[in-house]
């Protein structure tokens, strides 16, 4: 999927594919230096760090697996609560594990502020974050997020794993909708 199949529903650009490569190849240099001698374990959180996910660990070298996580966190609407239930488990144990957390995007950051205590609670060596993007709002919550691609604005976003009613998320790049789109 490209900019030319999105028509008039693609608004703005906000990163293009090339800057989340080349950002992404950034990060993974910094993990490999922050993580000399160890193993990793990426936990991706689904399903949104798809995308993220694959790129990024195909340029660490760093000896790694990989785990998923499916969460939902319950509110109302549209506004996370940070109460957050486990809808698919992950299938390591992660007690004595460095466990880096792969995200999408850190809205709130409740969700990951719940799961890094949830990991550490498990008895993991240590839990880190990387995230594709984040937003403003997160600031606002203690959560420490060690990697960071892109500080973006409060806007709703889709694309690279992103989705608006489950569509987009295989656009390359992240940009904003038209508002006619979420008039239908
Ligand atoms: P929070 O950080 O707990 O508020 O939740 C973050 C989650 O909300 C992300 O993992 C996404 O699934 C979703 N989300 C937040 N902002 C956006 C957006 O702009 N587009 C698509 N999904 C979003
Ligand atoms: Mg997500």
Known sequence: MDATDMGEDLKEVLVSAEDLDRRLEEIAAEIDRDYAGKEILLVGVLRGAVMVMADLSRKLHTPLQMDWMAVSSYGSGTQSTGVVKILKDLDQDVSGRDVLIVEDIIDSGLTLSWLRSNLLS???????????????????????????????????????GLDYDEKYRHLPFIGTLAPHVYAN
């Open 122 to 160: 498990r008895g993991a060596a240590s839990v880190e974050i990387a995230t594709a993007l984040r937003k403003p709002k997160s600031v606002k919550i203690e959560v420490p997020v060690k990697y960071v691609g892109f500080e973006i604005p409060d806007e709703f976003v889709v694309g690279y």
